[in-house]
C-alpha cells in the first residue's frame, strides 16, 4: 500500500453482535492518521508502527 493512502473500514464487520466495525473498534482512522513518515526509507513505517504499538503500552504499565 503506498504511503499516504487510505483504508475504507467502514464495512468491516466485528464478529460480536454490535453496530461497531472492527476498525472502529481499535480507533484506526485515529491511529492511521498519526502515521506521517518523513522519508521513503523501506523501514520507516514498520518503526512507526511498533512504537505507536510499544508506547501506550509501556505508559500503561508504569501507571
Given at each position: 500500500?503506498?504511503?499516504g ?38 523501514d ?12 501506550p ?7
Amino acid at each position: 500500500m503506498p504511503i499516504g493512502s487510505r483504508v475504507d473500514l467502514d464495512n468491516e464487520a466485528t464478529h460480536w453482535d454490535q453496530d461497531l466495525s472492527y476498525g472502529q473498534y481499535l480507533g484506526f482512522e485515529a491511529l492511521l492518521d498519526g502515521q506521517h513518515p518523513r522519508s521513503d526509507q523501506h523501514d520507516e513505517m514498520l518503526f512507526i508502527v511498533i512504537h505507536q504499538a510499544s508506547e501506550p503500552w509501556s505508559v500503561r504499565t508504569s501507571l
